[in-house]
C-alpha cells in the first residue's frame, strides 16, 4: 500500500487533519500518516517484569528521562540496537553469537517524544504496528493501549482519547512505550507465528524487536481497513476487476458514503478508469464489494513470459462533500492455476498438480530460496540491499524466488520489486519448519489467524502466484495425521482469501508424509548428497532423481576470501580456526565436495580452497538444473538452497550476506538461460581410452520459436588445443520445449587429466543465442566411487561420534583427540586435514 508521507520534525511538528467541513478533491491523500521511524527511538533493559513494577509507563510524557536512554532505531531488533551502542559485540564476528545470549533473558523497553499540535476533534487517530518479534506491551501518556503476540501480523489501537494537542511544547508533547518481552524459547509454542531461530545456518540466539514501521494514521469516523482488487480475465480481453473492500464505521450510526475509484497504468500508460457508486456503512466494520470493467486489459507476466504490466488503484471515500479517507495501491491482471505434471499417476504416484500456468502459459519455475531476510537482524538490512538483490536474481536468469519454512514472509517492498521485475514468487506463508505445533484449538486458531493476516496483506501483489503450508513439517512431526488435518484446514483458511494453488508442505515424501497419505513422488528435496555425502558421486545422484518438481536442491559452499575477512578473526582464516565451524562449515563436506568436481580437495591454501568450493558448487548446480530442465514438462519447476544467506555462513547462498555473487552464481547464470543449449552425458569421470558420449539437448521456456538454428560444439583437450570441432545444421527450436538434437562423441587419447566442451547456439541470422561449457576429467567412475564411498564411511564416523552440528569434531585440541588438548589461552586451534 502506498501511502503520501508527511515530513514531520523531529521534536515540534504539526499533524494536519483533514477536518469535518475541508473537501479533499481524489487524489489527495486524507488519510494522513506520520511515519516514526528512524532514531527517534530510545531503549533500556529492564529484568523481566521489573518494568512495570518499577514505573516506566508512568514517566511524564514531557520528561527527558529517556534521552539518557540507549539510542535506538525503528524499524530494526533490539541486536543491532545493542552492537551499534557498544554494548555488545557484532554477532555476526567469530564466535559474538554466544557473547550476546544474555540479551534475550531480559525485556526491553523503547520509547519515543512526539508533538501534536493541531486538534483531532471529530477524527479517528490510529498508532499502528507494522510489525512487532514476537510479543510486546505498548503504552501511550501512561495509558496502556494493550498486547499483542506474533512477529508477522501488524496491530493499532485508536488513539484520539489519550494524544496531549496543544499549541504549547510541553503540553503538546506525547510519549509511546513499548515492552518487548525476552523471546520465545520453545519454537514448537509459537510456531508460525515466529521464525525458527535455529537450523544448520544459524546458532542459538532468537532475534527479536520492533521490526517494521510504527505510524499515526488520521482518517474521518469511516475509514477503509482493506483494499483487494481481485481480478478475473474475460474471454474479449477484458478483465473483471473487483473492489473487496473492508470499512470501518466508528461512529454510533449508520452512514451513507461515496466510493470514488480510479485505475489506471503504473509502469505503462493507459486512460484512466472511474467508478462511483454509493453504500451505506453500518457501525463496526464492513465488507463491500464493486466490480470495474478494464477493458482491453494489459496483463502481469513473468518476465520471461510477456510484460509485468502493473495498475495503480485510487480510492476515495466521502460523506456528501467530506473526505474520510483515501487509499493507493498497486495490482497486476493475472490468473494462475495448477495442472497435473505428465508421466504421474494422479492417487497414485502424487497427490497434487505441480504445474504452474499463468495466463493459461506454462510457467517453469527458475528459482531459488530466498534464504533471507537479506538479514537476520533486520536493523542491518536496507531497502538498496533488496533492490540490489531482486536485481541479481533477474540477471542469474530466475524468473521466481521461493520464500520456504524457515524464514518469514518478506516486507512489502520486496512483492512490490518483484511485481515490477516480474518475478514470481512461491512462499510458504507463515514460517511452520518444525512439525510439533500445539494441539490446543485456541493456540490452532492463532496460527491460522497469523496466516491469514499474512495473506491478506500481501494477496494484492501478482508476484505471489503459489501458497505452501509447511516445510519439511511433516519430517518431523510426531503426529502424522494431526499434521497433515492442520495443513489442510491452513489451506482452506488461505484459500479463503486469495484463489492460488496451495500444496500442505515439501517434500511430502517422507515415512511421516506416507503414514499421513501421501505418495511416493509429490517432490524431492535434493539434499541427499549433502548430508549423506560419499554415497554417490553428484552426477550418480542427480540421475536417480525422479520427480515432479524440486523445492530445494542443496550445494554448499564457502564465501570469498574477501567477505571472509569481514566475519572471521584474522588468525583463524587459515587453516581454518573455530569460527568456521561455527558459521556451518563443513568441512570435511566441502573437500569431499571438491574432489568430486575436481578429484582433488583442493585444500592447499585459503583462496585455492574457497575457489574450489564456490566452483564446485557452480558445476554441481549447473549439471543437476540442466538435468532437471531436459525433464520438462514432466518435471516443473526448481528451487536451488539458497539464493542469499541471512548471515555470514558456510552454507548454501549463491550470493553471501554481503551481497556479493560467489562464483558459483555465474554457472547459476548459464544454467538458467530461459533459452538453453546443453549437453547431456552419464558421467564425469572417462577413461583415456574410451570415447566420450553425450547428447546435444536444447531447452526453451521462452513462448517464441526459433527457426534454423546452427549448434557448434568445440572439444579440448587439457592445453585448451582444439581436437574436434562440430558443426550441425538442428532446424526449428520450438516455443515451450526440451528437445534431445543429436548424439555427440570424441577421442579422449590426446587428454591426460581433463578435457573441455564449448557450446554456442546461433538463429537464423547467425547471431548467438545461447551459449554453455563444461569440463570433464579423465578417470575411473567405478574406482572414483569406491573412493569417495570409503572416504563417506570415514566421515560417518566422526559425524556419529560427536553429532552433525557439533564443529569440535574438525578440531583435536577441543576433543582430546590425537593426544592434542587445549591448555593455553593464546592457542588457536587449527582443523585437521589442511596444511
Same mark, same amino acid.
Request: with cysteine; charged share 25%; net charge negative.
Given at each position: 500500500?502506498?501511502?503520501?508521507?508527511?515530513?514531520?520534525?523531529?521534536?515540534?511538528?504539526?499533524?494536519?487533519?483533514?477536518?469535518?467541513?475541508?473537501?479533499?478533491? /481524489?487524489?489527495?491523500?486524507?488519510?494522513?500518516?506520520?511515519?516514526?521511524?528512524?532514531?527517534?527511538? *530510545?531503549?533500556?533493559?529492564?529484568?523481566?517484569?521489573? #518494568?512495570?513494577?518499577?514505573?516506566?509507563?508512568?514517566?511524564?510524557?514531557?520528561?527527558?528521562?529517556?534521552?539518557?536512554?540507549?539510542?535506538?532505531?525503528?524499524?530494526?531488533?533490539?541486536?543491532?540496537?545493542?552492537?551499534?551502542? #557498544?554494548?555488545?559485540?557484532?554477532?555476526?564476528?567469530?564466535?559474538?553469537?554466544?557473547?550476546?545470549?544474555?540479551?534475550?533473558?531480559?525485556?526491553?523497553?523503547?520509547?519515543?517524544? $512526539?508533538?501534536?499540535?493541531?486538534?483531532?476533534?471529530?477524527?479517528?487517530?490510529?498508532?499502528?504496528?507494522?510489525?512487532?518479534?514476537?510479543?510486546?506491551?505498548?503504552?501511550?501518556?501512561?495509558? @496502556?493501549?494493550?498486547?499483542?503476540?506474533?512477529? $508477522?501480523?501488524?496491530?493499532?489501537?485508536?488513539?484520539?482519547?489519550?494524544?496531549?494537542?496543544?499549541?504549547?511544547?510541553?503540553?503538546?508533547?506525547?510519549?509511546?512505550?513499548?515492552?518487548?518481552?525476552?523471546?520465545?524459547q520453545v519454537n514448537a509454542l509459537v510456531a508460525g507465528r515466529k521464525t525458527p531461530w535455529?537450523?544448520?545456518?544459524?546458532?542459538?540466539?532468537?532475534?527479536?524487536?520492533?521490526?517494521?514501521?510504527?505510524?499515526?494514521?488520521?482518517?474521518? *469516523?469511516?475509514?477503509?481497513?482493506?483494499?483487494?482488487?481481485?481480478?478475473?480475465?474475460?474471454?474479449?480481453?477484458?478483465?473483471?476487476?473487483?473492489?473487496?473492500?473492508?470499512?470501518?464505521?466508528?461512529?454510533? /450510526?449508520?452512514?451513507?458514503?461515496?466510493?470514488?475509484?480510479?485505475?489506471?497504468?503504473?509502469?505503462?500508460?493507459?486512460?484512466?478508469?472511474?467508478?462511483?457508486?454509493?453504500?451505506?456503512?453500518?457501525?463496526?466494520?464492513?465488507?463491500?464489494?464493486?466490480?470495474?470493467?478494464?477493458?482491453?486489459?494489459?496483463?502481469?507476466?513473468?518476465?520471461?513470459?510477456?510484460?509485468?504490466?502493473?495498475y495503480k488503484l485510487k480510492l476515495s471515500l466521502k460523506e456528501d462533500k467530506l473526505n474520510h479517507d483515501f487509499k493507493e495501491t498497486t495490482f497486476g491482471i493475472r490468473e494462475v492455476t495448477s495442472r497435473w505434471n505428465p508421466g504421474f499417476v494422479k492417487d497414485v504416484d502424487v497427490s497434487f498438480p505441480r504445474s504452474t500456468y499463468i495466463n493459461d502459459k506454462f510457467h517453469f519455475i527458475r528459482s531459488a530460496c530466498w534464504g533471507g531476510p537479506p538479514d537476520v537482524f533486520v536493523g542491518r538490512t536496507n531497502d538498496e540491499e533488496y533492490r540490489k538483490l531482486i536485481r541479481m536474481a533477474k540477471e542469474a536468469n530466475m524468473n521466481n524466488i521461493r520464500i520456504f519454512g524457515w524464514h518469514p514472509p518478506e516486507i512489502d517492498l520486496f512483492y512490490q520489486l518483484c511485481d515490477e521485475a516480474g518475478i514470481t514468487v512461491w512462499q510458504d506463508i507463515i514460517p511452520l519448519g518444525t512439525g510439533n505445533i500445539p494441539k490446543e484449538r485456541e493456540k490452532i486458531d492463532l496460527i491460522m489467524n497469523e496466516a491469514v493476516s499474512v495473506i491478506k496483506a500481501r494477496r494484492g501483489h501478482p508476484s505471489l502466484i503459489m501458497m505452501e503450508g509447511g516445510e519439511e513439517m511433516l519430517l518431523r512431526t510426531r503426529d502424522a495425521h494431526f499434521g497433515r488435518a492442520f495443513l489442510e484446514e491452513l489451506g482452506d483458511s488461505l484459500t479463503t482469501y486469495a484463489d492460488l494453488p496451495y500444496v500442505p508442505d515439501s517434500p511430502l515424501t517422507c515415512e511421516v508424509s506416507r503414514e499421513a497419505g501421501f505418495k511416493p513422488k509429490e517432490a524431492v528435496h535434493a539434499l541427499r548428497y549433502f548430508y549423506g555425502m560419499g554415497r554417490e558421486l553428484h552426477e550418480d545422484w542427480l540421475l536417480s532423481l525422479d520427480y515432479p518438481i524440486v523445492p530445494e536442491f542443496a550445494i554448499t559452499s564457502v564465501p570469498s576470501v574477501?567477505?571472509?575477512?569481514?566475519?572471521?578473526?584474522?588468525?583463524?582464516?587459515?587453516?581454518?580456526?573455530?569460527?568456521?565451524? @561455527? @558459521?556451518?562449515?563443513?568441512?570435511?563436506?566441502?573437500?569431499?565436495?571438491?574432489?568430486?568436481?575436481?578429484?582433488?580437495?583442493?585444500?592447499?591454501?585459503?583462496?585455492?580452497?574457497?575457489?574450489?568450493?564456490?566452483?564446485?558448487?557452480?558445476?554441481?548446480?549447473?549439471?543437476?538444473?540442466?538435468?532437471?530442465?531436459?525433464?520438462?514438462?514432466?518435471?516443473?519447476?526448481?528451487?536451488?538452497?539458497?539464493?542469499?544467506?541471512?548471515?555470514?555462513?558456510?552454507k548454501w547462498g549463491i550470493v553471501d550476506n554481503y551481497q556479493q555473487p560467489k562464483r558459483s552464481y555465474d554457472f547459476v547464470k548459464k544454467a538458467y538461460q530461459p533459452l538453453l543449449i546443453n549437453l547431456a552425458f552419464e558421467k564425469r569421470r572417462w577413461k583415456a581410452e574410451e570415447s566420450f558420449k553425450g547428447e546435444l539437448w536444447v531447452v526453451n521456456d521462452l513462448y517464441e520459436a526459433y527457426p534454423n538454428c546452427v549448434a557448434e560444439l568445440v572439444f579440448k583437450?587439457?592445453? #585448451?588445443?582444439v581436437i574436434k570441432r562440430e558443426i550441425q545444421s538442428i532446424g526449428n527450436i520450438e516455443e515451450n520445449s526440451a528437445e534431445k538434437f543429436f548424439d555427440t562423441d570424441v577421442d579422449l587419447s590426446k587428454v591426460k587429466e581433463k578435457f573441455y566442451v564449448e557450446l554456442t547456439l546461433k538463429n537464423s541470422k547467425g547471431e548467438v543465442v545461447s551459449t554453455n561449457d563444461y569440463f570433464f576429467l579423465i578417470g575411473d567412475q567405478q574406482e572414483a566411487t569406491k573412493y569417495f564411498n570409503q572416504w563417506g564411511r570415514e566421515r560417518g564416523k566422526g559425524v556419529r561420534k560427536y553429532s552433525y552440528p557439533n564443529y569440535y569434531r574438525f578440531f583435536d585440541e577441543m576433543t582430546g583427540e590425537n593426544g592434542k588438548s587445549l591448555d593455553s589461552k593464546v592457542q588457536t586451534p587449527r582443523a585437521i586435514g589442511f596444511k
Open positions: 500500500m502506498r501511502m503520501i508521507v508527511m515530513m514531520m520534525g523531529l521534536l515540534v511538528c504539526n499533524l494536519v487533519i483533514a477536518q469535518p467541513n475541508t473537501e479533499v478533491p /481524489h487524489g489527495e491523500n486524507s488519510e494522513l500518516v506520520r511515519d516514526f521511524s528512524g532514531f527517534k527511538w *530510545k531503549m533500556k533493559m529492564m529484568l523481566p517484569g521489573q #518494568g512495570v513494577k518499577m514505573g516506566l509507563p508512568q514517566i511524564p510524557p514531557e520528561d527527558i528521562e529517556e534521552h539518557v536512554w540507549n539510542i535506538a532505531r525503528v524499524p530494526g531488533d533490539v541486536y543491532t540496537d545493542l552492537w551499534k551502542a #557498544g554494548a555488545i559485540e557484532d554477532p555476526y564476528f567469530g564466535r559474538n553469537t554466544v557473547k550476546a545470549q544474555w540479551v534475550q533473558h531480559y525485556e526491553w523497553w523503547y520509547s519515543h517524544q $512526539f508533538n501534536v499540535t493541531e486538534s483531532v476533534e471529530g477524527q479517528i487517530v490510529k498508532l499502528l504496528f507494522e510489525g512487532v518479534d514476537f510479543s510486546c506491551d505498548v503504552w501511550l501518556n501512561g495509558h @496502556h493501549l494493550g498486547r499483542h503476540e506474533g512477529a $508477522f501480523s501488524s496491530f493499532s489501537f485508536e488513539v484520539q482519547d489519550y494524544l496531549r494537542v496543544s499549541k504549547k511544547r510541553l503540553a503538546s508533547t506525547n510519549m509511546i512505550l513499548v515492552k518487548l518481552d525476552p523471546p520465545p535455529f537450523g544448520d545456518y544459524w546458532r542459538d540466539l532468537a532475534p527479536f524487536g520492533i521490526t517494521k514501521p510504527v505510524k499515526m494514521i488520521s482518517t474521518g *469516523k469511516v475509514s477503509i481497513e482493506d483494499v483487494y482488487a481481485n481480478n478475473k480475465i474475460n474471454d474479449d480481453g477484458s478483465a473483471d476487476v473487483k473492489l473487496e473492500l473492508e470499512v470501518k464505521n466508528a461512529d454510533h /450510526h449508520p452512514k451513507e458514503m461515496t466510493f470514488i475509484a480510479t485505475i489506471e497504468g503504473y509502469n505503462f500508460n493507459s486512460k484512466v478508469q472511474k467508478i462511483e457508486f454509493n453504500k451505506k456503512v453500518n457501525p463496526g466494520v464492513n465488507r463491500i464489494s464493486e466490480t470495474m470493467i478494464v477493458k482491453d486489459a494489459k496483463l502481469w507476466w513473468p518476465w520471461d513470459l510477456g510484460d509485468p504490466n502493473l574477501e567477505s571472509l575477512k569481514k566475519f572471521i578473526p584474522e588468525d583463524e582464516l587459515w587453516p581454518p580456526g573455530l569460527s568456521w565451524g @561455527h @558459521h556451518w562449515a563443513d568441512l570435511d563436506r566441502l573437500k569431499m565436495q571438491n574432489w568430486d568436481v575436481f578429484n582433488d580437495a583442493k585444500s592447499g591454501s585459503l583462496e585455492e580452497f574457497v575457489n574450489a568450493t564456490q566452483d564446485a558448487q557452480g558445476i554441481i548446480f549447473q549439471n543437476g538444473i540442466e538435468i532437471f530442465r531436459r525433464s520438462k514438462p514432466k518435471l516443473s519447476g526448481i528451487a536451488l538452497c539458497h539464493y542469499i544467506t541471512y548471515w555470514p555462513d558456510m583437450n587439457d592445453k #585448451g588445443k
